[in-house]
């Protein structure tokens, strides 16, 4: 019943990483667009899927390089900005990292009788 030689164990494992990535970081991505969201899971889909065809589990070392960056980033890039890395407070000095504007209350609001007709 469980076999773990399977495609579908690697897709399993990739989907948990960015479940749990997104259930516990997500507020660091929370401005950005969510078909970038979507473009990164499925390209890192691909591209482990693709290692492990040929590598085989050797791939799952990739994964684990992989989780360094993102250590590095908010265990000492965010701390050294003043930010927190695992709450990403406070938001105004993070959002000027990341170049997002502070203003998110202010943003104006587009409703669907203000666009223009063609």
């Given at each position: 019943m469980w076999q773990t030689n399977s495609l579908w164990f690697d897709v399993a494992i990739v989907?948990?990483?960015?479940?749990?990535?997104?259930?516990?970081?997500?507020?660091f991505e929370e401005r950005s667009p969510k078909w970038r969201k979507v473009l990164k899971y499925i390209v890192t889909l691909i591209v482990m899927l693709s290692m492990s065809v040929f590598w085989g589990r050797g791939a799952f070392t990739v994964i684990a390089f992989a989780v360094l960056p993102v250590i590095y980033v908010h265990a000492v890039l965010l701390?050294?900005?003043?930010?927190n890395g695992w709450t990403?407070?406070?938001?105004?000095?993070?959002?000027d990292f990341r170049g997002w504007s502070k203003d998110i209350f202010k943003e104006p609001i587009v409703k669907a009788n203000d666009l223009p007709v063609k």
């Open positions: 989907t948990i990483f960015f479940l749990l990535g997104h259930i516990f970081l997500g507020h701390p050294r900005k003043g930010i990403g407070e406070p938001k105004s000095t993070y959002y």
